[in-house]
């Protein structure tokens, strides 16, 4: 199992961001799909969540109306698009799934600030 982020990046409160998170080793299609993050001496907390079938998300009252999670089963990828970022929203982002265990990505860093 293999999962890739990309994306993250430096940039300034109210700007955007996508990240993408590229899966392998797994019927991606088959499962549903999280982002969480990580900010500096925080717990790790949940962003989003999309199912695998329907593409039902689910948001943080954090994110929800600023950030969008979506998913592409034939690229096995998933996205956070983040619009409005603000400085708060500066963390590691992390996809992830479950199967018997919780696989995690290496992290992707975005940093919003002026």
């Known amino acids: 199992v293999q999962l890739v982020e990309s994306g993250g990046g430096l940039v300034q409160p109210g700007g955007s961001l996508r990240l993408s998170c590229a899966a392998s080793g797994f019927t991606f299609s088959n499962y549903p799909m999280s982002w969480y993050r990580q900010a500096p001496r925080k717990e790790r907390e949940w962003v989003a969540a999309i199912t695998s079938a329907n593409g039902n998300t689910n948001y943080a009252d954090s994110v929800k109306g600023r950030f969008t999670i979506s998913r592409d089963n034939a690229k096995n990828t998933v996205y956070l698009q983040m619009n409005s970022l603000k400085p708060e929203d500066t963390a590691v982002y992390y996809c992830?799934?479950?199967?018997?265990?919780?696989?995690w990505g290496q992290g992707t860093q975005v940093t919003v600030s002026s």
């Open positions: 992830t799934y479950y199967y018997q265990r919780r696989y």
